[in-house]
Nanobody, 123 residues
Framework: QVPLVESGGGLVQAGGSLRLSCAAS????????MAWFRQAPGKEREFVAT????????YYADSVKGRFTISRDRDKNMVYLQMNSLKPEDTAVYFC????????????????WGQGTQVTVSS
């Protein structure tokens, strides 16, 4: 059973918005830092945003700061990524990640991953 399930991806024009959702399936992540990563074709998986479980702190990659917002609903075991002012360079598969040990920008530090959701931004 996949522990994390993403949804909400799709095709959008530049300047548009999408809201991605990540549902914890089969287990609770209420005490886990959660993060979003993305991976474009031929590129490494890169950090997008993270939200801490112990305090209301969020961190973003410089490339999305001011345009993307990460949030969570602990009661529903959900994490969201609101993406505004989308650009063609935001095109990628977006992944939800949880249970981190170490630096939050390193993908290898996360134990659980979803299957990803495709976001395509047309120019």
């Amino acid at each position: 059973q996949v522990p994390l399930v993403e949804s909400g991806g799709g095709l959008v024009q530049a300047g548009g918005s999408l809201r991605l959702s990540c549902a914890a399936s089969g287990r609770t992540f209420s005490n886990s830092d959660m993060a979003w990563f993305r991976q474009a074709p031929g590129k490494e998986r890169e950090f997008v945003a993270t939200i801490m479980w112990s305090r209301p702190s969020t961190y973003y990659a410089d490339s999305v700061k001011g345009r993307f917002t990460i949030s969570r609903d602990r009661d529903k075991n959900m994490v969201y990524l609101q993406m505004n002012s989308l650009k063609p360079e935001d095109t990628a598969v977006y992944f939800c990640a949880a249970n981190r040990v170490g630096d939050y920008v390193q993908a290898q530090n996360y134990k659980f991953w979803g299957q990803g959701t495709q976001v395509t931004v047309s120019s």
